[in-house]
């Protein structure tokens, strides 16, 4: 069995995933920060089942917000070059292009479960969707294999694990106060 070679990969199918990453990535750094708490007497009229300390928890700051699309776009960063090195083979790179993908459909469900804009939504359906099919599209006419183990199962798995780490970082680097959840003043005891 030959595989296909006869198309060469385009650049744009290894770093048009950054490109693509930083357009999807504009929207959600003018929208994160801040949206839960401008969203949040409408969750909690959705969602009265969920504590507030959910809601405190989920809370991203606009520091944050940046600080976490950093540390993502450092991610991205490195799979796009990866990916450039290798002619779309290194199983980082195609990781990185099925979670890119695979995390429309999540932005997606938010927006449909709020019944409303989240931040991400505009850009999901738009970008991120239309440019991961092209991208694998690019791959397989040029005859890259699909790496070991399977990007779509590698991205299922290490993509919460990357998303919830920048945060985590994002949390570490640019701490809130607490918010006051019940009437009482943030940072005071009860």
Same mark, same amino acid.
């Given at each position: &069995? ?29 929208? &994160? ?38 540390? &993502?776009?450092?991610? &991205? ?114």
């Amino acid at each position: &069995m030959t595989s296909r070679t006869d198309v060469a990969l385009p650049a744009a199918a290894t770093w048009g995933l950054l490109a693509a990453w930083v357009i999807h990535d504009i929207e959600e750094a003018a929208t &994160m920060g801040g949206w839960l708490d401008r969203a949040r007497p409408r969750l909690r009229a959705r969602f009265p089942q969920v504590p507030e300390q959910v809601w405190d928890q989920l809370r991203v700051s606009p520091a944050q917000a940046r600080i976490a699309i950093g540390a &993502m776009g450092v991610v &991205m960063t490195a799979a796009a070059a990866r990916g450039a090195r290798t002619g779309g083979r290194s199983g980082f790179y195609q990781a990185a292009l099925a979670g890119f993908g695979l995390h429309a459909g999540t932005h997606v469900a938010q927006a449909v479960a709020f019944r409303g804009y989240t931040p991400g939504v505009v850009t999901a359906p738009l970008v991120v969707a239309p440019f991961s099919l092209w991208a694998w599209r690019r791959l397989r006419a040029a005859g890259v294999p699909r790496s070991g183990g399977g990007a779509a199962a590698s991205a299922t798995l290490l993509l919460p694990l990357a998303i919830g780490t920048c945060h985590a970082v994002a949390r570490i680097l640019a701490p809130e106060p607490p918010r006051a959840t019940r009437g009482e003043p943030a940072g005071q005891p009860s």
